[in-house]
């Protein structure tokens, strides 16, 4: 077999490519309207997520901590949360949801946060804000598993789980985006409107593309209402379209409700965004119009013009996010690339069992590694100590330097990507993503031949 899979043998992270848990889940609840999550933990569990966050989107939001302390470190700390969520809804008066995150350090010390969550519940909720509709919602994300992609799995999971309920049906499509940008979202609602579907799209982060207006400043929020949330339950169908990143709470409501569902693919190039058409054909009923066949011909024909002549043979490392790197990697052998090595930042043990990485183990025809529980050391050694050599490299900004220091060119994608203007507002999925990443590809690859005087780049003038 040409392609293999392994896991990272060094013990020890050098550079992570993923951070922990509480992330996803912190992420997961910005889309939600009327929504600010309790961190419970170190104050650095929020600041520096919110930091990530906002450099990534360019925006500013709310998310609050508990901010526990050495006492409520030996000592136990849900005292913290209960005073956390009286300030909260002191504070802002609007907001509804209020999700619990657990961190490492209240995991460890065994914070009973559905406890303090009841305890709330029937104290000082119904004392001291009494007709007040709040939801407090406990979560675990402890960050000494997985990473910040199984956090936002287990978050979208239980906000889903807390308020899905059953009554009449609403003939409506779940769309579970997974962690995307506000550009994708738009695109994906172009797809839907073109077929003519109902849908309601969960954890919904579109407006954190947000304007400034007249009346002033912005503070973004998400738009999945709790009426979204709570008719999950009643729709005509699921389609998630990542299997790490929403997969769980597709498959709550499959069992739960009997709802028809689908996972995936991520509809990142051209033969996933047709699976994903198709999907939604089948699931809806609905047929695919013109329009998108003409959109479909129009990035053949753009991907075409790059394909063979510029694209065959170059070599690619692409790590992230596992849903993103394995489409993209699918969207490379397509372009007639050679993606030499993936890296997937955590431990998940479904990977080995994923059908998209027994196809790529498969029917891959060149030397190609696939790197579980990776670090951006699995990269840096191969190129510096092991011969590897790239001529392009697929990621988010953390992993510049490895692009900077072996002076290999680099396309952003995924997240975060604070290092370069806008790309929260450029989709990848989609025809118009597929045509967009590849002539980012293409023109990065252009500007490097010109720099480093590759006279391949003289022919780029068909
Ligand atoms: S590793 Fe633990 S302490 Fe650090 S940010 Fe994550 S949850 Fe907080």
Redesign the pocket.
């Known amino acids: 077999m040409l392609c293999e899979l392994k896991e990272r043998e060094r013990a020890g992270i050098i550079n992570p490519i993923f951070?922990?848990q509480?992330c996803g889940a912190q992420f997961a609840s910005i889309g939600i309207k009327d929504c600010i999550g309790i961190v419970h933990?170190?104050q650095?569990?929020v600041m520096?997520?919110r930091l990530l966050i906002s450099q990534h989107l360019k925006e500013s939001f709310e998310i609050a901590s508990s901010s526990v302390h050495e006492s409520g470190a030996v000592f136990g700390a849900c005292g913290r949360v209960e005073e956390a969520v009286d300030v909260l809804l002191m504070r802002y008066p609007d907001v509804k949801v209020v999700p619990i995150i657990s961190?490492?350090?209240t995991e460890v010390i065994g914070d009973d946060i559905e406890g303090v969550a009841r305890k709330l519940n029937e104290g000082l909720l119904a004392e001291k804000y009494p007709g007040r509709e709040v939801h407090l919602i406990p979560i675990h994300t402890p960050?000494f598993v997985g990473s910040m992609i199984s956090g936002y799995d287990i978050a979208v999971r239980d906000f889903v789980k807390y308020f899905a309920k059953k009554t009449e049906p609403n003939g409506k499509l779940n769309l579970i985006t997974g962690w995307v940008n506000p550009g994708d979202v738009t695109a994906l609602k172009h797809l839907l409107r073109e077929m003519d579907i109902d849908a309601t799209v969960l954890f919904e982060i579109e407006s954190f593309d947000s304007p400034v207006m007249p009346d002033g400043n912005h503070v973004s929020h998400g738009s999945t209402t709790i009426e979204d949330l709570t008719g999950t339950a009643n729709a005509q169908a699921t389609l998630a379209l990542n299997r790490y990143e929403g997969g769980k709470a597709a498959e709550y409501l499959a069992t739960e409700f009997d709802i028809p569902t689908l996972v995936g693919p991520t509809p990142i190039g051209i033969r996933n965004t047709d699976a994903f058409l198709k999907n939604l054909k089948t699931l809806t009923g609905k047929p695919i119009p013109q329009s998108l066949v003409r959109e479909r011909g129009q990035a053949l024909d753009a991907l075409t013009d790059l394909t063979h002549m510029f694209f065959a043979d170059k070599r690619v490392a692409i790590y992230g996010a596992p849903d993103l790197a394995i489409s993209l990697a699918e969207f490379c052998l397509d372009l007639e690339m050679k993606p030499k090595l993936l890296l997937l930042g955590d431990d998940n043990s479904g990977y080995q069992h994923d059908p998209r990485i027994k196809a790529l183990q498969q029917n891959v025809g060149h030397e190609m590694e696939i790197v579980t529980n990776a670090d951006f050391w699995e990269l840096e050694d191969r190129i510096k100590n092991k011969g590897l050599e790239l001529d392009l490299i697929l990621g988010h900004s953390k992993g510049r330097f490895i692009s900077i220091d072996y002076n290999i060119p680099m396309v952003r994608v995924g997240f975060p990507t604070y290092d370069r203007a806008g790309l929260h507002r450029h989709p990848v999925v989609g025809y118009a993503g597929a045509t967009w990443l590849a002539e980012q590809m293409a023109n990065t690859l252009f500007a490097d031949m010109e720099h480093k005087h590759n006279k391949e780049w003289i022919l780029n003038v068909w």
Do not use: E
Request: neutral net charge.
């Open positions: 951070t922990c509480p933990g170190g650095g569990c520096f997520v961190t490492c350090l960050s």
